[in-house]
C-alpha cells in the first residue's frame, strides 16, 4: 500500500501577514493587500493506493456536495469548490457571528491505469472521496546480456 500525504500549510506567510496588518494598524496606515487571503483555505489531500482502487481523500468540513465539484481528465483529478460557513452564538449578554467564505481549487496528477470513467465520489462526515479503479500494471524484469 503506499500512501501520500498532502497538507500544503502556509503559517510563516499567515504570520507575516497578521504582523504586517498589526503594524499598519498600530501606526494608523491603510493597510496593504494581505498575504492571507491567497491562503486562506485549501483541504487537506490524502492520496493513496490500496488494492486495486486509486483513492483521494479530502477534508472539506461543513461543505455540502452542491458547493464542491469534481472534474477528471485522463491524467488529473481536479476538486474545487466555495467554502461558506456561518456561525452564531447568543448567550446571555451577547451576541457574535463569525462568516468565513473562500473558495478552493486542487489539481492531483492521476497514476498510469487509472480508470476515470469507472470514478465514483462521495461526502461523509467532512469528507470527499474519490475512488477509481486501476488496472494491474505488472512489472516485467529480465536480464540483459552485456555485448562485448
Known amino acids: 500500500m503506499n500512501t501520500t500525504l498532502v497538507k500544503p500549510e502556509f503559517p510563516l506567510l499567515r504570520r507575516l501577514s497578521r504582523d504586517l496588518d498589526s503594524f499598519f494598524d498600530r501606526f494608523g496606515f491603510d493597510r496593504?493587500?494581505?498575504l492571507a487571503a491567497e491562503f486562506a483555505w485549501t483541504p487537506d489531500l490524502e492520496v493513496l493506493?490500496?488494492?486495486n482502487e486509486f483513492i483521494v481523500k479530502a477534508d472539506v468540513p461543513g461543505m455540502k456536495r452542491e458547493d464542491i465539484k469534481v472534474e477528471l481528465t485522463d491524467n488529473e483529478l481536479t476538486i474545487s469548490g466555495e467554502r461558506k460557513m456561518e456561525k452564531e452564538e447568543k448567550e446571555k449578554g451577547f451576541y457574535r457571528t463569525e462568516r468565513s467564505y473562500g473558495s478552493f481549487f486542487r489539481?492531483?496528477?492521476?497514476?498510469?491505469?487509472?480508470?476515470?470513467?469507472?470514478?465514483?465520489a462521495i461526502v461523509k462526515d467532512?469528507?470527499?472521496?474519490v475512488k477509481m479503479p486501476m488496472a494491474k500494471i505488472e512489472?516485467?524484469?529480465?536480464?540483459?546480456?552485456?555485448a562485448a
Do not use: H, N
Request: proline share 6%.
Open 107 to 120: 489539481t492531483i496528477a492521476l497514476p498510469e491505469g487509472v480508470k476515470t470513467k469507472d470514478a465514483k
Open 49 to 51: 493506493e490500496k488494492g
Open 32 to 34: 496593504p493587500i494581505t
Open 139 to 146: 512489472a516485467t524484469k529480465r536480464r540483459l546480456e552485456i
Open 126 to 129: 467532512g469528507v470527499l472521496e
